[in-house]
């Protein structure tokens, strides 16, 4: 393929299209090279500023990475998440990852006005604060906050969650099987703490999720989750629309 000049398409943006069907079809796979800037403006007909405005952007959506001095890289693919009642365990299991977590902080605290509201109970009741980063194959994914009634998990601070799903934990110990869910999920910028512990440069873009879990009906867990957009993406299926809706 070629760029057209006459096209209403930046030229940047056909570079895009062009790189992206060339790394497919020639079956480029992760950590491959890609030619430098200079090779592509040479082949293309391009500015090397061209170049670079499409290399950027494709470096931006996490399908490229640049190493300096060595050259451009074809990027590992994100994880699709699917938004399914699944602990952070199971997901990074079925997808071949050894899944992990660091305790950052455990705690119990008063529930403030809001998680009270959002747990379904008295403002003032003690629940637990569990921070965790999470990680697959040793690298970081993903900063979880969960917030649980106490009453509901009496004892949960003194168990050790290293190495160990809170998920299994609650089915296990406590007989607390999550049964269903609701999610918010929204673009965020990483703040400087949290892009520390995610080993991302900070302001780096995040999805920033809140996460209801219950079981038989009772608000069990409030997790308020930091997921690194450059290795995450999410996937939904859509339900069919009925005939007349619009
Ligand atoms: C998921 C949940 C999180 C939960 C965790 C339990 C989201 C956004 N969050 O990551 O709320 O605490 O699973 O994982 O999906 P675990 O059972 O592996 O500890």
Redesign the pocket.
Known sequence: MAIDPTSPIPKYSQLREILLDWIEETGLGVDDAIPSERELGALYGLSRMTVRQTIDHLVAEGKLYRVPGKGTFVARPKIE?SLA????????RARGFT?D?QDLARRIDPASGHLARMLDIEPGSPIHH?E?L?TADGEPM?L?R?NIPLSLVPGLDERS?AG???????EEEYGILLDS?E?T?EAGICDPTDARLLGLPPGSAVLL???R?FANGRCV?????T?RADRYQLHSTLDPRRSGSA
């Open positions: 998440m009642l699944t602990s952070f365990t199971e997901d990074m899944p977590s569990i965790r999470r993903a979880e969960s969650l160990r799903s809170l998920y299994q934990l609650l869910g999610q999920i999720m809140q996460r879990s867990e409030l997790a308020i989750s997921y």
